[in-house]
């Protein structure tokens, strides 16, 4: 592991999420804005402020602060980065050793707090006996409802994540799908602002996963906040491209994926492209102080290593244009959420 | 999914507290455990020892009623039915509603209970940390000790379905049958001169339950939060109110050690609290002598639940921990 690791920026509560990423002998921190489409409030929904938790001689998350709006954000790391660590912090779970969880404004462990989040674990086995309905049901008491508010929105909760007609089935007998489905109620039964989901795509289906997708960015568009675990990268890009990265126990990155990835330095973003001209355009790529280096790759490509995308696309445009080259091509090979996560982890690409 | 239905209405009223939460939690506990059959035919089992008080109180009852008032000759053979109605009562002594009668009824039912709940604890308690469902209580606006609680009040119910609640039957079928026996507490003591009556009777036998169900509960969802599953359950159940039983007895009754050594014995012990509560006095209980003192085994058994009280919270606290 490099050292990459940083949280995020302490001091910060603005209309911004903090970013930053120490890389190698770079440091770089840069304010971030929250876009796609997300809610932005003045109230942080979910706050971590420097946030460490110890499991005796293991500390399990490391002086973290971390600062969720309205909007989805992914949590993503390897196996034992903390991820469970700081979901269980912001569901109240665990107390942290140092430094406060704050659910709008509330103590994360609080009565108050739990009224405003919902929690989807990510457990597939439970109350194998009882149906799915009357689990839900007992989720709404728990909640304090009342029993015929219990009733009443454990069916419109039910209906909602489309489990009414099954949920007098045994929870034995229900597919993962169904399972991550009724959890989902469960967290959804009292309507909260800030959900907390802890792989809700692992096991559904194709058909499942795209309707828990536009569920999961309609609830956004509610103004929800939504954190979001998964190690279904694929899956979390069509959700976000907001993401926490963890490692360590620490946060890595926080922020939209492109200005994370423009923030990698150390690994230069990865461009394939095919032209009409090819080695005309090579020449002319070469100038450009953002590239780093061109291959040729086969008869037809290039693949072109160049650091600040953003800044080398709008150059890549202008010289296109100035050279009347025809570019029949274009793909980044390395952008996705998998690609910076090995980079962020030291495990290359 | 249907995700027009997402603005579902907005809750507007006032939450319960968390303490309410307590009932959901008993409630889910013994759905669980009504749907299983093995409750049930335990269930019966057990409430054969109820049927067998109350039909031979009955049976008593109309034996008396059959009985003529003159006396009655059987060829050179002439008794009195009076004496032999007090010679059959005193035989079955355990059938007339006294302390005895509580004290027996008890004991034997005391030995159900602990099959049930060594056989019931992983449905009741144990499946919640075999499967880590904590996550979703605890993610609830409640405390673990809601949680405790609530599990407790589900063992509590089904032991005093075995005990309490049969023992206060029978308790009423004595009152229905002598208007006395309920208001008048020296009842006994005016004829054979044991034990209350009425509503110090009554007031025995729910103290008995209550002690009965604050131990074994608090002991038994300890239990089944470490062990979890059924078989090291009845394991330990079996070592604590079979071996130890048999162990303190051959300490000593073999043995002759100090009668401290019997409070190793916790069945022992309770009954010790119990028995008590039913208005027996020391050295006069049904239990074999010498026996230790009342307080003593009080001491053991209060001193028994603040430690599973205290792992308890250690347990539902380890929830935490990353596995």
């Known amino acids: ?349 | 999914m249907s995700s027009s239905l997402l603005h579902y209405r907005e809750w507007q009223g006032q939450y319960h507290r968390p303490i309410w939460a307590v009932l959901p939690i008993c409630r889910g506990a013994l759905a669980m455990l009504l749907r299983r059959r093995l409750f049930w035919a335990l269930y019966a089992f057990g409430l054969l020892l109820f049927l067998m008080f109350f039909f031979g109180t009955v049976l008593l009852d109309w034996l008396e009623s059959q009985v003529p008032a003159a006396p009655v000759q059987v060829g050179n053979f002439k008794t009195d039915p009076d004496r032999i109605v007090k010679l059959v009562r005193q035989g079955l002594r355990v059938l007339n509603g006294s302390q005895d009668t509580f004290a027996v009824f008890f004991t034997y039912q005391g030995t159900m209970v602990m099959v049930m709940l060594a056989l019931t604890g992983a449905v009741l308690v144990g499946n919640d940390f075999t499967h880590r469902s904590l996550a979703f209580y605890l993610a609830k606006p409640m405390s673990r000790w809601h949680y405790i609680a609530g599990k407790c009040l589900a063992v509590g119910v089904v032991v005093n379905l075995l005990t309490t609640v049969p023992a206060v039957l029978l308790f009423f079928q004595h009152a229905s049958g002598d208007i006395n026996y309920l208001t008048d507490p020296d009842f006994f003591r005016d004829g054979s001169g044991r034990g209350p009556a009425g509503l110090p009777l009554l007031a025995g036998i729910l103290g008995f339950g209550l002690v009965l169900t604050v131990f074994l509960s608090i002991l038994l969802v300890a239990a089944a939060s470490w062990l979890r599953r059924t078989m090291p359950l009845i394991m330990l159940w079996s070592t604590l109110f079979l071996f130890f039983r048999l162990l303190a007895a051959i300490l000593v009754d073999g043995l002759r050690y100090d009668p401290r050594w019997r409070l190793i014995d916790l069945w022992n012990d309770l009954c010790l609290v119990g028995f008590t509560f039913l208005g027996f006095e020391e050295g006069a209980m049904p239990l074999p002598l010498p026996q230790p003192q009342m307080f003593e085994a009080a001491i053991v058994l209060g001193g028994l639940c603040l430690s599973c009280l205290t792992y308890l919270s250690l347990r539902t606290r380890a929830v935490e921990v990353v596995r």
């Open chain 1, 1 to 349: 592991m490099p050292d990459l690791l940083e949280s995020a920026d302490p001091g910060r509560r603005s209309s911004t999420l903090a970013s930053s990423v120490v890389n190698g002998p770079l440091s770089v921190k840069e304010e971030v804005s929250t876009d796609g489409g997300q809610a932005t409030t003045d109230e942080a929904v979910l706050y971590f402020e420097n946030v460490s938790k110890w499991y005796g001689p293991v500390i399990g998350v490391n002086q973290v602060t971390l600062e969720l709006r309205p909007g989805i954000t992914g949590l993503v790391g390897a196996n034992g980065a903390g991820k469970s660590t700081l979901l269980r912090l912001a569901a109240g779970q665990l107390r942290p050793d140092l430094g406060s969880v704050q659910v709008c404004g509330r103590e994360a462990a609080s009565a108050a707090a739990k009224h405003r989040l919902g929690y989807c674990p990510e457990l597939d086995i439970f109350y194998e006996e009882m149906s799915g309905r009357r689990f839900v049901e007992t989720m709404a008491r728990l909640q304090g409802f009342s029993a015929s508010a219990a009733r009443c929105r454990t069916e419109q909760t039910l209906e909602l994540v489309g489990m009414a007609d099954r949920a007098n089935r045994r929870i034995a007998g229900y597919s993962k799908g169904m399972r991550q489905r009724i959890k989902l109620a469960q967290a959804l039964i009292h309507d909260p602002p800030l959900l907390i989901l802890d792989e809700p795509l692992s096991g559904i289906d194709p058909i499942g996963r795209r309707e828990s997708i536009e569920l999961f960015l309609k609830l956004a568009e509610a103004g929800k906040c939504l954190l979001v675990s998964s190690h279904e990268l694929e899956e979390l890009e069509k959700l976000t491209d907001h993401v926490a990265i963890m490692a360590y126990g620490r946060i890595a990155a926080v922020g939209p994926l492109v200005r994370i990835r423009d923030l990698l330095d150390n690994h230069p973003l990865s461009i394939l492209v095919a032209s009409d001209q090819n080695r005309k355009l090579a020449m002319a790529l070469l100038d450009l102080e953002e590239v780093v280096g061109v291959e040729i790759e086969g008869d037809d490509r290039l693949k072109v290593l160049a650091r600040q995308p953003r800044r080398f696309f709008q150059k890549l445009a202008d010289l296109v244009l100035e050279e009347h080259v025809e570019l029949r091509h274009l793909e980044t090979l390395d952008d996705s959420t998998h690609a910076i996560l090995g980079y962020l982890l030291g495990a290359g690409k």
